[in-house]
């Protein structure tokens, strides 16, 4: 459905709140996964990402927040997660929606996509390390059909993404004005903070699991 819905589940006690935002995203079959994964880590994939600087070092909102592209058979979630301070949970729903929005109007620099590339094929070797590291890798190409050089392929599809291949997945597999967001957290502090993003349907942890 079109607009921005969100969910508040109440948890009076709650310290801190649980958010998440998301949409469908891509399969993991995608022709464009490769840049899809570059854009990701420019926007929340890494510690360096846009999303977690914003948050947690220039607003000091959480102690980290994430997104990520699920890869399924059929399009799978696009997400973002993070534990933000009840205070701020408004404020960091703006921010997150307004760094999804910049990377699809503008160009990423050539420092981040560097990076990012240099990162996405630098941590790899990492994921092959055990026996069940491999078998893994082995299970994802026949449980999805791909081929068996698609592990080649994808480092050297991701070396070679550029910043009109990033701001080409950005506009087609981002979308900010049709996002679910849930908040897990004090709806008496929360409710207000989160009118502005959309309706609010709001429940309880007892009454979505009854």
């Known amino acids: ?39 990701n880590a420019i926007l929340g ?14 607003h000091g909102f959480t102690y980290g927040a994430f997104s990520r592209f699920t890869g399924r058979r059929a399009a799978g ?7 933000i301070a009840n205070e701020s949970v408004g404020a960091a729903v ?27 094929v630098g941590v790899f070797p990492y994921t092959l390390q055990t026996a069940a590291d491999l078998n893994g890798r082995l299970e994802d190409l026949a449980q999805f059909g791909l081929p ?9 599809r991701v070396a070679g993404t550029t910043q009109e291949d990033v701001l080409t997945v950005a506009v ?17 502090q929360l409710r207000s903070q989160l009118e502005d993003w959309g309706p ?10 009854s």
Request: proline share 4%.
């Open 1 to 39: 459905a079109p607009g921005n819905r969100i969910l508040l589940v109440d948890r009076p006690d709650a310290a801190q709140s649980e958010v998440r935002l998301g949409h469908v995203g891509a399969s993991r079959t995608d022709s464009a996964r490769s840049s899809i994964q570059v854009m």
């Open 45 to 58: 994939g890494k510690f360096t990402s846009r999303i977690n600087l914003n948050l947690r070092e220039r």
């Open 148 to 156: 068996d050089d698609e592990i080649d392929r994808h480092l050297a």
């Open 77 to 83: 979630p696009f997400s973002v997660s993070a534990a």
């Open 200 to 209: 609010i349907t709001e429940t309880t942890a007892s009454e979505l699991f």
């Open 94 to 120: 703006r921010e997150v929606l307004f760094e999804i929005t910049r990377i699809r109007e503008q160009s990423v620099t050539t420092e981040e996509l560097t990076d990012a590339r240099d990162y996405l």
């Open 172 to 188: 087609s597999h981002l979308l900010p004005d049709e996002m679910r967001i849930v908040v897990v957290g004090p709806a008496t």
